[in-house]
């Protein structure tokens, strides 16, 4: 396996670890030229000094462009006008049956309504489910993680945490409970505290109302600044925690990069079904409730 390996201060006894292995292999292990893998030919370009960084906004804002240009312009006014058919129908219905108008109310425009609206953000928030599972299963994500991590570890975080934030551009909730993969209680605190400042899936909605209503002409730039702030956010108070909470700085990160490979589309349906319909129940429950 291939392992990206980005030191700290802290890592003296690993490099040394390091070192005894590099030393045996190269006195038992014979070498002879090879040409390169796909996986190493692609790494030259997806993991350039330079280009690495540029290439990953570029993919990040095509995801997000397609997210909202492509599924929230065309698919979610259709679903829109597909569940206002049905409300209204079934408020003519409920007249008919002498439904006090208060009740009537109640339900298609408070209950049922309430959980049509957040339903209607349900494509955009399932292409962006497939979006994430997709770079995830061709091995990208795991190098977005060791390419942030130079800079992140400037303001005392390391590359594990840019997964908790690319999984809380769907949801904050998922992206919290999957800091229980960061082994230092601080960071993972901090990543805790850190995650719902980016942009997800129930901000997503009062994004698009602003920037369709306000900026509509403008309405991607709009979108993107704010997903800049966002992040400017997150750098902000990450310096704060640094300089007046952290104790001290422990994180070491290690990380296996995977072959890159088509992703399992059977994999991936099923990943965005399940997280669409833990969506779906809690827009069922809580919502409702609410």
């Known amino acids: 396996p291939r392992v990206a390996f980005l030191p700290t201060h802290s890592e003296i006894d690993i490099e040394k670890q390091y070192g005894m292995i590099e030393e045996i292999v190269a006195q038992t292990l014979q070498k002879g030229e090879r040409l390169k893998t796909t996986t190493e030919r692609l790494d030259d370009i997806f993991l350039h000094p330079i280009w690495a960084l540029p290439i990953f906004i570029l993919v990040m804002v095509s995801m997000y462009a397609f997210v909202i240009l492509v599924v929230g312009n065309w698919v979610t006014p259709l679903l829109e006008n597909g569940l206002n058919v049905i409300l209204e129908r079934l408020s003519l219905f409920l007249d008919q049956k002498n439904v006090q108008p208060w009740l009537n109310r109640l339900l298609i425009h408070g209950a049922l309504g309430s ?56 949801c904050s909730v998922p992206g919290i409970l999957i800091t229980r993969t960061i082994p230092s209680m601080e960071e993972r605190e901090k990543a805790i505290a850190l995650t719902p400042f980016v942009p997800c899936s129930a901000k997503l909605p009062i994004i698009v109302l602003f920037a369709s209503h306000i900026f ?21 108070f990450a310096l704060v925690f640094k300089k007046f909470f952290q104790k001290k700085h422990t994180s070491e990160f290690f990380i296996e990069l995977p072959k890159y490979h088509w992703p399992n589309m059977k994999y991936i349906g099923f990943d965005v079904y399940e997280k669409g319909k833990s969506f779906i129940k809690k827009t069922m429950s809580i919502v409702l409730i609410c």
């Open 115 to 170: 959980i049509g609206s957040m339903l209607c953000f349900l494509p955009e928030l399932t292409a962006l489910f497939f979006f994430i599972a997709f770079l995830e299963n061709t091995g990208y994500l795991a190098r977005i993680s060791f390419i942030l991590d130079g800079l992140l570890q400037k303001i005392s975080l390391s590359g594990k945490t840019i997964i908790p934030f690319l999984v809380g551009s769907g």
């Open 216 to 236: 509509y002409e403008k309405r991607f730039f709009f979108v993107i600044s704010l997903y800049l702030l966002a992040a400017l956010s997150i750098i902000i």
